[in-house]
């Protein structure tokens, strides 16, 4: 049953991010805006990494039947949703990788301790909780400044995706438990999150990028 859900999971994963990327594109060729154009890189680099994983599973419920997802093709789409999540950072205009604040440079030591792991998938996870999560704070340091009532369902958005990469994490820790399920479903809210703000692009033809400066 678990499996199965991870494997709709998934499915739904990828439709959802196939929509964001949909939407970007047709807002990038209404408005030129090369934000809309990095979010379309981003959210089609997400949507085919829940492909992959997806694939993954199908191909064990139907070919090998080993009863778990090969490790190679979870931590193959995990890497390419990291490269989606770096172009969903950039077009935060991050200055640098790090803020200024020493407050808020200190969400980057946290997540470190995952890089010591010898295994990918923790390292591509540890630095997507850090784009996340920077991306996150930098968006609500934005509506603070500007008020600009799309920014907070953009950070609302980030902040999902990156409490589900570290519970994506936390369920290595805890392998028998549902914190892999539950990290999908957050994802997914996260996305959706995203969704709002870049659904209204096509429709309205508004500038973008003040969502995401």
Do not use: C
Not at 5 to 18: A, P, T
Not at 52 to 76: A, N
Not at 182 to 195: C, H, Y
Request: glycine share 8%; net charge neutral; proline share 3%.
């Amino acid at each position: 049953m678990e499996f199965l859900l991870e494997n709709i999971l998934n499915l739904v994963g990828f439709l959802v991010g196939l929509a964001i990327g949909i939407m970007s594109y047709i807002g990038f060729r209404n408005t030129g805006s090369p934000t809309l154009f990095r979010l379309t890189i981003a959210f089609s680099s997400i949507s085919l990494g829940f492909f992959i994983i997806w694939t993954g599973y199908m191909v064990e419920d139907f070919v090998t039947k080993s009863g778990s997802i090969e490790r190679w093709i979870q931590t193959l789409g995990i890497a390419v949703q990291t490269v989606g999540y770096f172009f969903i950072a950039f077009s935060h205009s991050i200055k640098s990788f790090f803020p200024k604040s020493s407050y808020f440079r200190s969400i980057g030591i946290f997540p470190l301790f995952l890089v010591s792991s010898v295994q990918l998938e923790h390292i591509f996870r540890s630095v997507s909780f850090i784009l996340l999560a920077y991306g996150a704070i930098e968006t609500m340091l934005s509506y603070f400044e500007n008020r600009n009532k799309g920014a907070i369902s953009v950070a609302i958005g980030l902040a999902l995706l990156a409490l589900g990469e570290f519970l994506g994490w936390y369920s290595f820790v805890f392998p028998e438990s549902i914190l892999y399920s539950a990290s999908m479903i957050i994802k997914i809210g996260g996305l959706i999150a995203l969704f709002i703000p870049v659904s209204k692009v096509p429709l309205t033809k508004i500038k973008f990028d003040d969502d995401f400066e």
